[in-house]
Every structure is written in C-alpha cells, then in structure tokens.
C-alpha cells in the first residue's frame, strides 16, 4: 500500500510538471525564448511605439512616418564583428530585390542600433557604405532616449547583453512590419528569403 500511494504521488508530481512546461513552452512548440517569441508575435501582432530616430543623415525618423510600408528590421551595432556584418550584406541584397516596391514607398529597411551611445550619425553611415547600401529605402538609424530603445527592445523582443569585453551577444532575427505598424513576423537572420517572400506576398494582397 505504501508503495502504491508513493507511485501515486510521484504521478501526480510527473502531471503537475508536464502541466507546467506546457504552459511555459507553448503547449511544448517553444523551448527556447527565441520560438516564444516567434509563435507570440504570430498569434498577436505587436503594434510599434511612437518612437523618434535619428538617422545616419543625422535627421529625424519618426517610426510613425512609415506606416503605409512593409519594413524589414534588423537590430546591430557598428562594432559587431559577427553576423552584423553578414546581415549588412543580406539587406543590401533585399534593398536590390525590392526596389521597385522601396521606389513606390511601399517597403523600406531599417537597422536599428542598440549601441546608441557609440552609433552616432557618422558611424551608421560608415556600416551602411561597408555593407554596399543602394541608399534609397534603407535607413540605419538609433534611439537618442534610453527609454525609446527599452520600448523598442520590448516591442520586438530583443535581448541585448553586454560581454564584458566591449561587444554585446544579442539575438538576431529579420523582423517583419506590415503597413499598419505591426510587427507581424519574426524570420532567421540568414533566410532573407524568407523575409522577401512575406513581404511580397503583402504587396500582393
């Protein structure tokens, strides 16, 4: 008998904790934060916050004055000796891919840094000159206000840690804003495809 009630009681902490996982992962389809995210922002599109950028021109870009276009974001900072560089080159790619679309004003492309204090004006121009930018329809811009780059880090579930040795460890996705505003898909950063092809089949919806 003492037996049976301890294989009972075992069971019933085995289902408690099955049922927890399963709520932490999503009915067990997330097991890291990055899939949460994903499947998150697929289920329920987030909305951007109003925030004011500065670009590499040194002027003023307001999130807002994009509505109307299908943005693909990436979030980097000058100084990142990985795969920054490689997704440079990636949106160089894409600015090619959709220019007739970033022509019209129906798409553009936006690099965001998260090193706002060291990405001034000068530098984001330099990353985009490095990384072959067409220059029209892509912006490389940074939060000026500690409290925009908090909002924008949230908004689209960007992790950013410093690595003690003046660099950070990030993740890093292809970010998809349909033309309301919304944040709407989360995509590898080294399937630009991917990203292409759900713009492409906005602009033809």
Same mark, same amino acid.
């Not at 490689?86 to 679309?101: K, R």
């Not at 965001?112 to 001034?120: L, M, N, V």
């Not at 840690?161 to 309301?180: F, Q, R, S, W």
């Given at each position: 008998?003492?037996?049976?009630?301890?294989?009972?009681?075992?069971?019933? *902490?085995?289902?408690?904790?099955?049922?927890?996982?399963?709520?932490?992962?999503?009915?067990?389809?997330?097991?890291?934060?990055?899939?949460?995210?994903?499947?998150?922002?697929?289920?329920?599109?987030?909305?951007?916050?109003?925030?004011?950028?500065?670009? =590499? $021109?040194?002027?003023?870009?307001?999130?807002?004055?994009?509505?109307?276009?299908?943005?693909?974001?990436?979030?980097?900072?000058?100084?990142?000796?990985?795969?920054?560089?490689?997704?440079? =080159?990636?949106?160089?790619?894409?600015?090619?891919?959709?220019?007739?679309?970033?022509?019209?004003?129906?798409?553009?492309?936006? =690099? *965001?840094?998260?090193?706002?204090?060291?990405?001034?004006?000068?530098?984001?121009?330099?990353?985009?000159? $490095? =990384?072959?930018?067409?220059?029209? %329809?892509?912006?490389?811009?940074?939060?000026?206000?500690?409290?925009?780059?908090?909002?924008?880090?949230?908004?689209? %579930?960007?992790?950013? *840690?410093?690595?003690?040795?003046?660099?950070?460890?990030?993740?890093?996705? *292809?970010?998809?804003?349909?033309?309301?505003?919304?944040?709407?898909?989360?995509?590898?950063?080294?399937?630009?495809?991917?990203?292409? $092809?759900?713009?492409?089949?906005?602009?033809?919806?």
């Amino acid at each position: 008998m003492q037996a049976l009630r301890t294989l009972l009681a075992s069971l019933l *902490i085995l289902a408690a904790g099955t049922a927890t996982l399963a709520a932490a992962t999503d009915g067990f389809r997330a097991f890291t934060s990055e899939s949460a995210r994903r499947l998150a922002v697929a289920r329920q599109p987030r909305m951007l916050p109003p925030v004011v950028l500065q670009t =590499s $021109r040194g002027e003023a870009l307001s999130l807002d004055t994009l509505r109307g276009r299908w943005l693909l974001v990436d979030f980097f900072y000058t100084r990142c000796p990985t795969y920054c560089s490689i997704q440079g =080159s990636e949106f160089a790619q894409l600015q090619d891919e959709l220019a007739e679309a970033i022509a019209a004003r129906k798409a553009a492309l936006l =690099s *965001i840094s998260f090193d706002p204090a060291h990405d001034e004006p000068r530098e984001l121009a330099a990353y985009l000159a $490095r =990384s072959r930018s067409r220059g029209e %329809g892509w912006f490389a811009a940074r939060p000026t206000d500690a409290a925009d780059l908090q909002a924008l880090k949230q908004a689209f %579930g960007v992790t950013v *840690i410093a690595d003690g040795l003046g660099g950070y460890e990030h993740n890093a996705a *292809i970010l998809v804003v349909d033309p309301a505003g919304r944040l709407v898909a989360v995509i590898d950063w080294d399937a630009p495809q991917d990203a292409l $092809r759900v713009v492409r089949q906005g602009l033809a919806s």
